[in-house]
């Protein structure tokens, strides 16, 4: 089970840290995605780490503002999100997977239950 978490309102140029946290004991093998969902677009996948060797991937959206990072004693991911622009307006949700899809991105086995993130003065 994935529980994501973090979201609110900020203003542009702002930052917000976005958390995942999982209640499966093995998540230390996992593959972790953070993505997106704004109204009337389709799920952009923003970024990947693999929780067996911290490898990661960007969305071209967000190289370079976003990092993810992981706490495997705490069975956790974090998306830290630096310079939002109103753009990452979005639903965000957390995946996993014990498989990957394109490493280090998961396959589409689990999903959190999404948080909003607002970007706007």
């Known amino acids: 089970q994935l529980q994501a978490s973090g979201g609110g309102l900020v203003q542009p140029g702002g930052s917000l840290r976005l958390s995942c946290a999982a209640s499966e004991a093995s998540f230390a093998k996992y593959y972790v995605g953070w993505f997106r969902q704004a109204p009337g677009k389709e799920r952009e996948k923003i970024s990947c780490i693999s929780l067996r060797d911290g490898r990661t991937s960007y969305g071209d959206s967000v190289e370079g503002r976003f990092t993810i990072s992981r706490d495997n004693a705490k069975n956790a991911v974090y998306l830290e999100m630096n310079t939002l622009k109103p753009e990452d307006t979005a639903v965000y949700y957390c995946?996993?997977?014990?498989?990957?899809?394109?490493?280090?991105?998961?396959?589409?086995?689990?999903w959190g239950q999404g948080t909003l993130v607002t970007v706007s003065s």
């Open positions: 995946a996993a997977s014990l498989f990957y899809s394109g490493l280090p991105c998961p396959r589409s086995d689990y």
